[in-house]
């Protein structure tokens, strides 16, 4: 791997650039002073993004690569044309995992958030913290922040990035300060069972200085660790907790001394968990209760997370990122919690092999809901599985349907709908593009 030293103005180019965590990669190379260039198989939101600020994007894979270093991510195909290319002309292939590693190299203390979920959302709450603590760093996001988007950078002292599991892409990370926030099995494509998932937790744990867990959760709880944090126990506690409409409050205690008190401006109890994940890190790199208070209290939310995108048919829309069964049914909890009427839940699968292994999951929380809509499953890097499709899921849910364009959606929905009801849209593939395309 190529030096990052921004005097030797590396060249790069970006294989599927206009992904949230290669786009945010690009951006910051191209801060250190690198030249910078990428493309992507459709336009998007980064894309567009990118190319506001002067880094150069191709749609599709026919152009060629001239760059020093060829970055790919590993939803990339192997014969993926312009890899394979840049592989025949014996250019320098780097991953975005191993990447990311080398630019957390470049800093001096380096913050991870890692978890099957709530990654994005408690990265994102850390970033305001350190922002309200005026403290030197550079957020690398695998969302977008309302306030910070992706990619947020205010000086070199601290890297705060998200630590994804998928392919095991977190043990390119050295961390002074690891946050393990749950170890539920996912990405079933890469682990094969809940001792391996747990194994390489365990891994990424042994290279941080400092590990925070949180003691609420059964297997995290098991990994050796200097914090721990919870709402039923662990060093740094929520209690006295309080909500008005999804909205919480709580005590903060630290090893049973109370300290502030902390309200969320984000709806849902699990961000309870996230707030004290945040809390604890930024305790351990020596930030005082009041500046975490004024960043927990700033955060607004993220996209794609409990995010009310707009009305259909004047039925409000709320867009969710959830895409596994657990993270379905603590954001149907929220929902119902919040809604007079009905939750119409759309949901559409993300990956065949997913919802293979986690299908008992799925129809668990899914099960109890009022006529489910469930999308055609978005395949992403995948071959069709029928044990793994969408079809086979709405099968096993007597009360569903199943859809499979925007417009038989939009047709299902006007048909069953009434006025106090809540659309939620769950998943974390095209789903969401799909639901604003047919909003009012």
């Not at 106090?420 to 047919?438: R, V």
């Amino acid at each position: 791997m190529p030096s990052l030293d921004v005097a030797e103005k590396k060249s790069y180019y970006f294989i599927g650039i206009g992904g949230v965590s290669m786009s945010a990669l690009a951006c910051l190379l191209q801060d250190k002073g690198a030249i910078v260039r990428g493309s992507d198989a459709a336009e998007g939101e980064f894309t567009r993004i990118l190319q506001r600020r002067g880094i150069p994007v191709h749609i599709g894979d026919e152009e060629e690569i001239e760059e020093d270093v060829v970055v790919y991510t590993g939803a990339i195909a192997e014969d993926h044309p312009q890899l394979m290319r840049a592989k025949a002309a014996g250019k320098r292939l780097v991953g975005r995992a191993e990447l990311l590693g080398k630019v957390a190299e470049g800093y001096p203390h380096v913050l991870s958030v890692a978890g099957c979920h709530g990654k994005t959302t408690t990265s994102c709450m850390l970033a305001h913290v350190l922002y309200a603590a005026n403290a030197p760093f550079c957020a690398h996001i695998g969302g977008e922040d309302l306030s910070f988007g992706n990619y947020f950078s205010a000086g070199g002292e601290y890297f705060l990035t998200e630590a994804c599991e998928f392919k095991r892409s977190f043990l390119m990370l050295h961390s002074e300060v690891a946050v393990i926030l749950n170890c539920d099995r996912d990405h079933t494509d890469c682990y094969g069972s809940d001792e391996e998932t747990l194994a390489a937790y365990r891994t990424f744990a042994s290279q941080a200085k400092k590990v925070i867990v949180c003691a609420d959760d059964p297997r995290a709880r098991t990994i050796p660790h200097t914090l721990s944090y919870g709402i039923n126990g662990g060093d740094i506690c929520a209690e006295e907790v309080a909500s008005s409409r999804e909205r919480y409050s709580f005590t903060v205690t630290e090893r049973g001394n109370a300290t502030l008190r902390i309200t969320l401006s984000v709806f849902g109890k699990v961000h309870i968990y996230n707030a004290l994940a945040a809390y604890s890190a930024a305790r351990l790199i020596g930030i005082s209760p009041e500046r975490i208070k004024e960043g927990l209290e700033s955060f607004r939310g993220v996209k794609r997370r409990f995010e009310k995108v707009g009305t259909f048919l004047g039925v409000p829309v709320v867009c969710d990122y959830a895409h596994h069964p657990r993270e379905i049914a603590e954001t149907i909890r929220t929902a119902e919690r919040l809604t007079r009427g009905r939750v119409r839940v759309v949901f559409q699968p993300h990956t065949y092999t997913r919802t293979r292994d986690l299908m008992e999951g799925f129809v668990s929380a899914l099960k109890k809901c009022h006529r489910p809509i469930i999308f055609a499953t978005y395949s992403a890097r995948e071959k069709y599985l029928f044990s793994g499709s969408a079809a086979l899921l709405a099968a096993k849910l007597p009360d569903a349907r199943y859809v499979q364009s925007g417009a038989n959606l939009k047709k299902r929905l006007k048909e069953e709908l009434s006025g106090e009801d809540l659309i939620l849209a769950l998943g974390a593939g095209d789903i969401y593009d799909i639901i604003k395309g047919i909003l009012d």
